[in-house]
């Protein structure tokens, strides 16, 4: 692997889940030779998730891990260097745009799609932070197994809540749901795989007030929001966050058009962002969709509009690996 550094390349895609993945096979066909910085989480959130079922073209589903592998060795086999390595700094202001990663390694780039996808939220409860790791956790594929014949509660009520539920009872001797109102969000099919399975209890109406245990997670203290009735679930040692996500962009306020909620905006139904050259695709401007197969799309929207883009805007004397 050739040494980036000071560096200038056409693409630059910054994260790797399927939308920087698919931005990349497109942009390494289309010899645009990009680099992925694959961010603190390679291969996106997918390789925090079991089974999928929904990506077409796996008639027979797909564990996620397996199939981001199978995205970055298809975009790899075309010529996309993917690395470790989080962008820490960019300037968009010239051309070309100079990028720092790791906080310590410049490079730069006559365009960028910017792939950094959605994080999990918390609840912001002191307990939760100083138990997180400790029985408090984001990821029931992490940390399902560790939570074998125990009692686990699990917060939320959308898809992602109704799957890790249903994935716990294969360890957990009872999963309860907690959920601060009296219907879910999720689809109808995996609320109904939740309601089938005997080990899972729903608390409705509820919200987890506080996290209890001094090292390790000993007992949550719930609370009925219709009723204002407390309750403590003393046996309970495992806590999983499932309420949703928070985009990845950061990095990119004041310099790219968000939402209120930090979801960049791109430009009437393209990946273009209000800085040219600047390209952005999956979860990080997508708070609707939010699925494997429309990031990827967006990711090879992203690399086409790049090419394009590129083709009428070119920089001189480009130094390419
Ligand atoms: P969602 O935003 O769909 O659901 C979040 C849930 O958490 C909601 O029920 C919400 O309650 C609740 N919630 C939010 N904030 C809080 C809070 N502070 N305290 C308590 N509860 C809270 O997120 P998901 O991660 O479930 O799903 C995201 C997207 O990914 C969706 O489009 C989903 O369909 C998709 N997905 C698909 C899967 C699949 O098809 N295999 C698997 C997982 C996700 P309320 O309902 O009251 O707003």
Known sequence: MSNFKGKTFKVVVIGSGPAGLTAALYAARADLAPIVFEGPEPGGQLTTTTDVENFPGYPQGVMGPKMMQDFREQATRFGADCRWGMVTEVDTTKRPFRLVVDEQHELFAESIIVATGASAKWMGLPNEQRLRGKGVTACATCDGAFFRNE??????????????????????SKVTVVHRRDEFRASKVMQQRLFDNPKV???????????????????????????????ILEDVTGVFLAIGHKPNTDLFKGVLDMDETGYIQTIAKTTYTNVEGVFACGDAQDHVYRQAVTAAGSGCMAAIDAERWLEEHPVEATQNV
């Open 151 to 172: 009692h686990v509660v699990v917060i939320g009520g959308g898809d992602t809540a109704m799957e890790e539920a249903t994935f716990l009872t294969k360890f957990a």
């Open 201 to 231: 209890e729903v608390k409705w109406d509820s919200v987890v007030e506080d996290v209890l245990g001094d090292n390790v997670v000993q007992g949550v203290q719930l609370k009925n929001i219709k009723t204002g009735k407390s309750e």
